[in-house]
């Protein structure tokens, strides 16, 4: 030991170690431990305690401290007390008027109860002074005061001046008893502590617990100070919120005006019984928001976005309209050439509204064709027709089911979708509303816009369409939706089936001339401020442009050619006006014939090269489906020494390869019958090219073309001049039908081809394209490949051609 010492407070005087006395009376304490250097105020109240006081109690007197065991116990012995407690000093006593007295006690000397010696008139126990080791030194001393300070710093009940005391106190051990008894331990920790004789070891473990009660104190000071601060936030705000309200009504620009407006609108616009549950019971909830102290905050502003939906949504039945179908019809002839399938169908909606009075039901219909052929204006020229607003949403790109349902009003910035804000912007429950580009839509982790939209389009189930955003039904079956697409393989199948598909097919020469004539120059003239007579092209010098400069289904490479055409003229008005001021650009005409055309636009940028290119064998000429419209297929053979391998070029698809195969196939097996050698299948490696390698090609259309062109290849004859063909082939010779025939004629016929085979399973098809579009085409059909190869193939012998005829019978009924 470094040094044994009797403890008492650095102001008390210390009691030389021989006065301690042995025996002292003895007070038990029920729920205090009493620490040497402390005053301890107690009510002595017990029977035996009261006779100790009226005998003993004087101030000066040393009495013995010891904490009981059972709080609750009035009869206390040596077993039911700690040993270890404290000698103390009596300071004051005070007798109470309801019995007992109110001592004030100060720790002196830390004792150990040896035995009790006597039990009446009061206890009165054998002791012995505990000593202490001192062994922490100055800097330890300093250090644990350090953690004392920063603990009564943030500790919100001490008062600053024990910071000073703290300061003051050079006995480490007197320091630790005054934390330990002011701490919240329990009274076993608390006599644990005073029984320590290492005053290094106490402080040490109060240093630990001073720390973690420091950080939390810290923290706890923290929460109440950021809960003052937005109280005091809030308290301000609302005062502010109250002051600004007064000058407002001073002014007479008060909040609750626009509020009661919004109410009133509410109030008196015809909604369903569902909807004006939902609007009474958010109206509530925005009086009981803007009334709180916060004044609204983000959540009533959501309320006002969504109450002012409802205001703006139309939800009233839609107006009945005059319908006149011979007005409608006139309209629609002038903003269009051709499309007689769209028109008839949209006569035909409006036959059943004029006779039914309003509030049947809509025909959801897809236009489906090439670019630039019209749909997104015929969608404009159908709402003129029959007297309805346009609204239109692009899907182009579309990834995101929300742009279709909105987002939910939970989050922050939330939208109700494209459906609801374009009836919010066209205000009527029946508009025309466009779809555009719905086979353009995509899937993301975002969801399926086209899932989304199969309750849109489908007339069962829009009646009651649910935006998120709303949260509520919404009857859409009023609606006309009008969609647009260029392929309708991009769309899914559960989508398609709930709408009427109105395929367009691309324009003939004659009626691009026409749309160019009617509609396109003088729009043109228009927005270069032009007189109409300013340009003037003749018939030829339009055939022209469309035969040689543009080759495309729609008219929109042709307008973007006018344009230029449109501008030159310009630029030689305004120069000549320049060159003569005195006779001015109005009433100068500018003509513009054949000739013309290609000092303007240049050369010629398309070509009809079908003659020449069926001028060898080895070449036909097939037609083929394209999502812009039809085109003309070139579809090349050539052989060469080698082994029978056939090699496929041109960026090919499977489908278009595999009908390659069979083509092979196919006149492997009938060499004889055509007057082939076979041993050239085994002597040769054959190759197919199609042209234009950097366009992807596929489908099973091409198989009568390749077929036909290795007939021609090793047969040595040319395929007939002036014909395109299209149509699936089996092993067995049979043609079997395609789509796209009218694009097909089409591209035919602008590439001056004036006969088409066809698969007999097409007649009907074909037969359905107007005659303005089939006039100077013939279209022969075949249902056997030999029928077709005969015709194909002139060169080939008739009597070969009829044997091989029948021995394809034979095989027929022998495979």
């Known amino acids: 030991m470094k040094s044994v010492i009797r403890f008492a407070d650095q102001n008390i005087t210390e009691i030389p170690l021989n006065e301690v006395p042995r025996e002292v009376p003895v007070i038990p304490l029920r729920n205090a431990v009493l620490f040497p250097g402390v005053l301890l105020p107690v009510f002595v109240g017990r029977t035996d305690s009261v006779r100790l006081i009226e005998a003993a109690g004087k101030p000066g007197a040393l009495v013995g401290l010891f904490t009981q065991r059972s709080p609750g116990d009035e009869e206390v012995d ?30 002196v000397q830390k004792i150990e109860l040896l035995e009790i010696k006597e039990r009446k008139p009061f206890l009165k ?28 710093q943030v500790h919100p009940g001490i008062p600053d001046e024990i910071g000073a005391f703290v300061k003051r106190v050079t006995n480490s051990s007197a320091l630790a008893n005054q934390i330990v008894f002011f701490s919240q331990r329990e009274n076993e920790e608390k006599i644990e502590l005073l029984r320590m004789s290492s005053v290094a070891e106490k402080v040490q473990i109060l240093k630990a617990q001073l720390a973690e009660e420091t950080e939390q104190l810290k923290m706890d000071q923290e929460v109440r100070n950021k809960v003052e601060e937005d109280t005091s936030k809030m308290q301000r705000e609302f005062y502010l919120r ?10 007479g620009e008060n909040d609750d005006d626009e509020t009661d407006e919004l109410e009133k609108q509410l109030r008196e616009k015809n909604l369903p019984e569902h909807v004006r549950k939902a609007v009474d019971k958010e109206l509530r909830r925005m009086r009981r928001i803007q009334e709180s102290p916060q004044g609204g905050g983000l959540e009533g502003g959501q309320i006002r976005n969504w109450l002012e939906l409802i205001a703006e949504l139309p939800f009233s039945e839609p107006e009945p309209r005059a319908i006149s179908l011979s007005t409608a019809a006139r309209v629609l002839d002038e903003d269009h050439e051709g499309l007689e399938e769209v028109k008839k169908r949209i006569l035909e909606y409006l036959a059943v509204e004029k006779h039914t009075g309003g509030g049947s039901r809509t025909p959801i219909l897809c236009l489906v064709g090439p670019p630039g052929v019209g749909k997104t204006s015929l969608a404009r020229s159908i709402a003129r027709a029959i007297d309805r607003p346009l609204v239109r949403a692009a899907l182009g790109g579309m990834r995101d089911e929300a742009e279709i349902r909105g987002h939910r009003r939970t989050y922050v910035g939330a939208l109700p979708g494209k459906i609801l804000s374009a009836l919010k912007k066209a205000e009527t429950r029946d508009p025309v509303f466009l779809l555009d580009e719905i086979d353009k839509t995509g899937v993301s982790y975002q969801g399926d816009p086209a899932a ?24 859409l079956s009023r609606v006309l939706f009008i969609c647009t697409a260029n392929n309708l393989d991009t769309i899914p199948l559960p989508l398609r089936d709930r709408m009427e598909i109105v395929q367009i097919s691309g324009y003939t020469l004659n009626e691009k001339a026409q749309i160019a004539r009617k509609h396109l120059l003088p729009g043109i003239l228009k927005d270069l401020k032009l007189e109409p007579t300013s340009i003037v092209l003749t018939d030829g010098a339009l055939h022209r442009i469309i035969d040689a400069h543009t080759r495309e289904a729609g008219v929109r490479s042709l ?79 050539t052989a060469y020494p080698g082994r029978g391998n056939l090699r496929l070029s041109g960026q090919l698809g499977d489908v278009m390869k595999e009908s390659a195969q069979a083509a092979l196939s196919f006149l492997r097996a009938h060499a004889e019958e055509l007057g082939i050698d076979a041993k050239l299948f085994h002597r040769s490696d054959i190759h197919v090219h199609i042209p234009s390698g950097a366009i992807p090609k596929d489908g099973p259309s091409a198989g009568v073309t ?36 009218k694009e097909k004629v089409l591209a035919a016929r602008a590439a001056g081809i004036h006969r088409v085979f ?58």
Do not use: C
Request: net charge negative.
């Open 706 to 741: 390749l077929l036909s062109a290795l007939a021609s290849l090793f047969t040595g004859k040319r395929v007939a001049p002036d014909i395109a063909m299209t149509g699936e082939i089996s092993l067995r010779g049979r043609i079997l039908p395609v789509g796209g025939i």
């Open 242 to 251: 109250k002051q600004l309200e007064a000058i407002r009504k001073e002014l």
């Open 452 to 475: 989304a939209l199969l309750e849109v389009l489908d007339p069962e189930q829009n009646h009651s369409f649910e935006d998120h955003y709303l949260g509520l039904s919404y009857d």
């Open 78 to 107: 040596f077993k039911g007390l700690h040993t270890t407690g404290t000698l103390a000093e009596i300071h004051r006593v005070i007798p109470m008027s309801e019995g007992g007295f109110q001592v004030l006690l100060q720790g």
């Open 559 to 637: 307008k973007r050619k006018l344009e230029s055409i449109a501008r030159k003229g310009l630029r030689q008005l305004m120069e000549e006006q320049e060159r003569n001021p005195e006779r001015g650009a109005e009433g100068e005409t500018l003509r513009y014939d054949t000739e013309d055309i290609e000092k303007i636009l240049g050369r010629d940028r398309f070509y009809r090269d079908a003659n020449e290119a069926t001028g060898r064998p080895g070449v036909a000429v097939g037609l083929a489906w394209t999502p812009v419209g039809g085109d003309i297929l070139y579809i090349e053979a």
């Open 125 to 152: 126990g054998r002791i012995q002074p505990l000593g202490e080791i001192q062994d922490l030194d100055v800097r330890g001393h300093a250090e644990f005061q350090e953690y004392v300070g920063r603990y009564v």
């Open 758 to 815: 066809l698969p007999e399973k097409n007649r009907a098809e074909f037969a359905e394209i107007p005659e303005h579009v089939t006039e100077g085409i013939e279209a022969i059909y075949f249902a056997d490949m030999m029928e077709l190869l005969r015709q194909a193939v002139p060169g080939l012998p008739a009597r070969q051609a009829e044997q091989a005829g029948i021995q394809l019978e034979r095989h027929r009924d022998g495979w």
